[in-house]
């Protein structure tokens, strides 16, 4: 089965912090994705990649980056958590569009509070 | 107005019932959409693919009108653990932002004794 591992899963930061989100997916997947979730909003793009080293924007990228530096892995870093990040964070990874069996698989999420 | 537009319910029907929700969607050059159901506190799981053609998978169908640029979801003899919510989304192009999905908000779904 294809897994895609959020490694924290519950977090609480200061406002200010910087704030490291892994992902980590095991299906060599080519896309990865960073979305967050928040009531009355549905899911929201943050970031995406299509490759090592390549990203793009999503719909609210102001605030957050990203590193691909593996394509295993994909991190989203807050560089000054404010409150307004508080929210679910939910990682997702798929083949490239057009390939069979390109399905989006999400991992179990990142709640996380920042005070 | 949002990219893809869902009724966010919630939709309380009786166990047996069937129940249909409908989503819309404005980016023409969309390629590929989805149902994806999503359980309280959990992460979105595919439910179906939705084509063209019409598809069924035992008592959902999900149809797709490119003309009328809308997706549907039909659930038959819905059962109390069909209660979720359920995500309406998109995916673009196969360059650049195609790699982009973009969900609905969500239709909510309780089914009750």
């Known amino acids: 089965d294809v897994k895609v591992t959020q490694s924290s899963r519950y977090l609480v930061k200061r406002t200010g912090e910087k704030v490291f989100l892994e992902c980590v997916q095991d299906m060599d997947h080519e896309n990865m994705f960073w979305y967050r979730q928040d009531p009355g909003l549905g899911l929201r793009l943050i970031y995406f990649?299509?490759?090592?080293?390549?990203?793009e924007k999503g719909d609210i990228p102001e605030g957050y980056s990203v590193s691909r530096e593996k394509k295993e892995r994909f991190s989203l870093i807050l560089e000054s958590a404010s409150t307004n990040q508080t929210s679910m964070y939910l990682c997702a990874s798929s083949k490239l569009p057009g390939t069979k069996g390109n399905t989006i698989y999400f991992g179990e999420g990142s709640w996380l509070t920042v005070v | 107005r949002k990219e893809v537009e869902q009724d966010p319910g919630p939709f309380n029907v009786p166990e047996g019932a069937t129940v249909a929700f409908n989503c819309t969607y404005s980016?023409?050059?969309?390629?590929?959409f989805f149902w994806y159901r999503q359980d309280c506190r959990k992460e979105p799981k595919l439910l179906m693919s939705?084509?063209?053609s019409g598809n069924e998978d035992g008592r959902f169908t999900a149809q797709l009108n490119r003309a009328s640029q809308y997706i549907s979801l039909l659930i038959r003899d819905s059962k109390l653990s069909d209660s979720a919510t359920y995500l309406c989304?998109?995916?673009?192009?196969?360059?650049?932002?195609?790699?982009?999905?973009?969900f609905g908000t969500g239709t909510q779904l309780k089914v009750e004794l």
């Open positions: 939705v084509y063209s």
């Open positions: 989304v998109s995916r673009g192009g196969v360059t650049g932002g195609g790699n982009k999905l973009t």
């Open positions: 980016n023409s050059a969309s390629q590929s």
């Open positions: 990649s299509y490759d090592v080293k390549m990203k």
